[in-house]
């Protein structure tokens, strides 16, 4: 443990005083002190291959269940099943998982912990950002009374961070704008509480939205049926994220980022906790209402909606460029045959004028025909631009830039 904790009270691990810079030195020490106790304790934990086992001596190797009977092969059975669903569930293909998921799917007390809405020592009321590492976001979170910290660091990276960084006008406008759909995108998320270790960070790792350390352990006795997704540190973080003063710090940030020259990611130079004084304007400032888990269930539910839209029109689409395509090659076919007959009929005894070889049309042209007879058939001018430039072996980038030419 860091020199600044382990010197105060035995019983409880006080960071209170500690300013940021202290705050997170003292948890990379306890989250490495947190890693070293998970391995001593990992002889039970049922692994990917114990979930295979079928033997009697693999079941007794897992020890007991809360209930202190021994674990069956109906057991693993059981979670072998859950565990497939699980990864339906949350893995989208997508890296991280939408905010809106977050809160929708997360358990009813893990809600009302995080508004303190409970009456047992439990609630937790305090959340402030102290720092960031490129695109991960580290939190601060003061601790229930019954917890035996007194904070707990959250860390979540915005996924879609360096999507909307390079996109972003280089204005203050444009990069409150690009830090703010970063801040309501996928993210991936960690925090050091046991909440998070025993029940949640299984369904991080096989849903994609896990920080390192992942757990490939699956959760036989805290969790076993996968309910739930954050705990209450990381739901008040996501509540506080909204706030405008975040989203002001965030968005100097990745100013900051966009005009930086060198490695995106060099941890000397991308690594910033903030200022004390700054944080704690921010924290002041930061007036963000209790979660409203009803609310951003109404936004997962039309977020789901508008997924089906798209894959619907991507699937109508590509059937649609796949017609484009034929009627390219068939128009083709044709110009060829129309030039051998060109061709054939120039007589070479009378060579009064040089027979023009037709012209094949440029890149450009060609591009300009596939997009409008794209347009026609009703194919959407993304995915039209992503079929040509598949077709052609070029980027969509080149071929923006080409019509922006013209």
């Known amino acids: 443990m860091p020199e600044q904790v382990s010197r105060l009270s035995p019983n409880r691990i006080e960071t209170e005083e500690l300013n940021a810079r202290q705050f997170n ?69 997508e890296k991280g998982i939408p905010v809106a998921q977050v809160i929708s799917a997360s358990r009813s007390i893990d809600i009302k912990r995080a508004n303190n809405t409970v009456d047992d020592n439990t609630g937790v009321t305090t959340a402030s950002i102290v720092g960031m590492k490129s695109d991960v976001l580290i939190g601060r979170v003061k601790a229930s009374a019954a917890s035996k910290y007194t904070d707990h660091r959250v860390q979540i990276r915005l996924e879609s961070y360096v999507e909307h960084m390079t996109e972003a006008e280089p204005t203050q406008k444009g990069y409150i704008n690009a830090a703010k759909k970063a801040m309501n995108g996928n993210i991936s998320f960690d925090c050091d509480c046991g909440r998070h270790q025993y029940w949640y960070r299984y369904l991080a790792t096989i849903g994609g939205f896990a920080l390192s350390p992942k757990e490939f352990a699956f959760p036989k006795i805290k969790n076993p049926r996968g309910h739930g997704v954050a705990c209450k540190h990381v739901l008040l973080t ?31 130079t991308s690594n910033v906790i903030f200022d004390d004084a700054e944080i704690e ?126």
């Open 25 to 93: 030195a003292a948890f990379n020490k306890i989250n490495n002190a947190l890693s070293k106790t998970r391995t001593k304790q990992s002889k039970r934990s049922l692994t990917p291959a114990r979930l295979k086992g079928k033997s009697k001596a693999d079941l007794i190797k897992l020890g007991h269940k809360s209930d202190g009977t021994p674990f069956t092969r109906e057991d693993l059975l059981v979670f072998d099943k859950q565990k497939k669903a699980l990864g339906e569930k949350f893995n989208s293909g």
């Open 238 to 268: 996501i509540n506080k994220m909204q706030s405008v003063s975040w989203l002001r710090l965030v968005a100097s940030e990745m100013s900051k980022s966009a005009r930086k020259d060198g490695f995106g990611d060099d941890p000397k």
């Open 281 to 406: 304007k921010s924290l002041k400032s930061n007036r963000r209402g209790k979660i409203d888990q009803a609310k951003y269930k109404e936004a997962y539910d039309k977020h789901l909606k508008t997924q089906k839209k798209m894959a619907k029109r991507a699937s109508t689409d590509k059937q649609r460029i796949a017609e484009l395509e034929s009627l390219l090659l068939r128009a083709r076919k044709e110009n060829a045959k129309l030039y051998m007959a060109q061709t054939a009929a120039t007589s070479p005894k009378k060579p009064k004028a040089k027979q023009q070889k037709p012209k094949k049309p440029n890149m450009e042209e060609k591009l300009k025909g596939f997009m409008s007879n794209a347009k026609d058939l009703g194919v959407s001018k993304d995915n039209a631009l992503a079929a040509f430039a598949k077709k052609h072996k070029t980027t969509i980038e080149k071929l923006k830039s080409m019509q922006a030419k013209k």
